[in-house]
Nanobody, 124 residues
């Protein structure tokens, strides 16, 4: 089994930055793709960014391109999301997800493991 735990959320002003972390524990070696999703109140859980196991390939939703950066440290079994130029519409609970498969997927049901989420609130 794999456990994922996010940290780093909080309250930030518009235009500011925050870095989220997600640490994997347990059988982390089975993880290939690591992904961040987010869910705003009353909305679906949306894909934000993903990274392959080697870290060579990254994928972003259009609404975060140029502002967010995903990275991972395979020694620490941790994935990061650096969020810059934050907007009020970035307010959401951010979830870390992992899949055993090697290809990136964009839908929630295609992921095997989930963290509990961390709240990011951007004040305008």
């Amino acid at each position: 089994q794999v456990q994922l735990g996010e940290s780093g959320g909080g309250l930030v002003q518009a235009g500011g930055s925050v870095r989220l972390s997600c640490a994997a524990s347990g059988r982390a070696a089975v993880i290939n793709v690591l992904t961040w999703f987010r869910q705003a109140p009353g909305k679906d859980r949306d894909f934000v960014a993903a990274i392959t196991k080697s870290g060579a390939d990254t994928y972003y939703a259009d609404f975060v391109k140029g502002r967010f950066t995903i990275s991972r440290d395979n020694i620490k079994d941790t994935v990061y999301l650096q969020m810059n130029s934050l907007k009020s519409e970035d307010t959401a609970v951010y979830y870390c997800a992992a899949r055993r498969g090697g290809s990136v997927r964009y839908l929630t049901y295609e992921y095997d493991y989930w963290g509990q989420g961390t709240q990011v609130t951007v004040s305008s």
